[in-house]
């Protein structure tokens, strides 16, 4: 993994790391609204963007940076 480095400039646009947690807490509550459903006896799920809302996660999308150097690419 030393020598592995990204092949396009680009990176998220705040300083969060990761999605991670955001996307975690989305499928557990998608997974719990499901479950509830099942047991009730109904057949209609919801979709993973109907329960969650991507613009609320940490991250605000991502950009292209033509100026990253190698230390930026580096994973």
Known sequence: MSRSKKKTKIHGTTTAKSEKE???????????????????????????????????????????NPEMTEKELRK
């Open 22 to 64: 955001n996307k975690r807490d989305a499928n557990r509550k998608l997974r719990r609204i499901i479950k509830q459903k099942v047991n009730s006896g109904k057949t209609e799920f919801p979709e993973l963007r109907e329960v969650s809302n991507v613009w609320s996660f940490d991250k605000d999308g991502k950009r292209y």
